[in-house]
């Protein structure tokens, strides 16, 4: 999954079609399983769990074809604040995805154990508010550093207002590291609240910490 902290896919924010699995998990995929949430209320699977390498994984290559086809204001803000899938020990990493979702958004979740200690740098603040051309539609992207409060190791949380288009909508993005072990969150909606964004972030970061 190569989704946003700032820099958005570039699409409609919707959640991944369901799909099996592409890749044969390994044993330590299968223990990243354990730190992916539980159903929430109200929410159905809508895609996943996903197990594998990183960077094999369908909702990973879909999001980077996403960022392909937009054409941003910065292309230096493509993958801002994500984990690099460009690293080879990144993409080759084992990881776990899900997504959920509901008429009023979706939630997609990865938990990723990489070989080190490794976390994606803030958002550039160039960064923060930029435009990108989607199909022909102009889509104005503003991203502010959420206080939340720590998880973890490291964390890091933003709130993200997409416009443009017939369609506006917020994206709630977080990403927690345990030791070796990332974890990253996407979650979409009409309106996305801080708090609601905090409690996933609750519940995440203490399944994380059972394997981490």
Same mark, same amino acid.
């Given at each position: 999954m190569l989704a946003?902290?700032?820099?958005?896919?570039?699409?409609?924010?919707?959640?991944?079609a369901a799909s099996a699995s592409a890749s044969s998990p390994s044993a330590a995929s299968a223990k990243l399983r354990a730190a992916l949430l539980p159903v929430p209320d109200g929410m159905h699977v809508a895609y996943g769990p996903e197990l594998g390498a990183f960077g094999t994984l369908k909702s990973t290559q879909q999001g980077i074809a996403a960022l $392909?086809?937009?054409?941003?204001? $910065?292309?230096?803000?493509a993958g801002a604040a994500q984990l690099d899938i460009e690293q080879p020990d990144i993409a080759g990493a084992?990881?776990? &995805? /899900?997504?959920?979702?509901?008429? !009023?958004?979706? /939630? #997609?979740q990865a938990v990723v154990s990489l070989?080190?200690?490794?976390?994606?740098k803030p958002l550039p603040r160039q960064c923060a508010s930029y435009t990108a051309d989607v199909g022909g539609t102009?889509? #104005?992207?503003? #991203?502010?550093?959420?206080?939340m409060p720590?998880?973890? @190791?490291?964390?890091?949380?933003?709130l993200t207002s997409a416009a443009g288009g017939e369609k506006n909508a917020q /994206?709630?993005?977080?990403? /927690?590291? !345990?030791?070796? &072990? &990332?974890?990253?969150?996407? &979650?979409?909606g009409q309106k996305v609240k801080a708090q609601g964004l905090y409690e996933l972030a609750r519940?995440? @970061?203490?399944n994380l910490e059972q394997v981490a």
């Open positions: 946003l902290a700032g820099c958005s896919s570039g699409e409609e924010p919707q959640a991944p $392909r086809q937009a054409k941003l204001q $910065r292309p230096e803000c084992p990881a776990a &995805v /899900i997504a959920f979702a509901a008429e !009023r958004g979706s /939630i #997609t070989p080190s200690e490794s976390f994606p102009q889509v #104005t992207y503003k #991203t502010r550093t959420l206080k720590r998880k973890g @190791d490291e964390s890091r949380a933003y /994206i709630g993005s977080v990403m /927690i590291r !345990r030791g070796t &072990v &990332v974890m990253s969150m996407l &979650v979409v519940l995440a @970061d203490k």
